[in-house]
């Protein structure tokens, strides 16, 4: 039987076209040879800076395969974005270091990321916005 409410396809929907407007902003932010991907790691470890990030966790947060990430982050040291650094208690993990380079971009990329999600929010009130991320969570968790 067909769902009288087609939440998921409107959620798809939207999905789709913040990702593309979020992956545009960022690109058209971004002058470096870089990929949008990488970005976002960028973004990622730049928002953590709290805590040490390595490879699992980006395969984690991004749900990515660990040879997808690793080729990732061999790329982004070639191009001088990361440098990845042993650990004193475990020399077979390195954490993920910015550069000075990936830093500069992290600013750049952080602007056209919020600039996307400032647009999202116009024309919504803090209730509109809170009331729509607890439906949110709802609907996560009915379908997780």
């Given at each position: ?53 390595f ?69 919504l ?12 969570k ?7």
């Amino acid at each position: 039987m067909k769902s009288q409410y087609p939440i998921g396809l409107h959620i798809n929907k939207l999905s789709r076209l913040i990702s593309r407007k979020v992956d545009a902003a960022v690109l058209s932010a971004i002058d470096d040879n870089i990929t949008v991907s990488q970005a976002y790691v960028i973004d990622f470890i730049t928002d953590n800076n709290d805590r040490d990030i390595f490879q699992k966790d980006l395969e984690m947060e991004f749900d990515l395969k660990r040879s997808s990430v690793s080729l990732m982050l061999n790329n982004m040291e070639k191009h001088d974005l990361i440098k990845r650094v042993p650990v004193a208690e475990d020399a077979r993990l390195k954490k993920i270091i910015l550069t000075e380079k990936a830093i500069e971009l992290s600013k750049k990329i952080a602007i056209a990321i919020d600039s996307v999600e400032g647009r999202l929010a116009e024309n919504l009130n803090q209730d509109e916005i809170n009331t729509f991320l607890n439906m949110l969570k709802k609907i996560r968790t009915n379908i997780e």
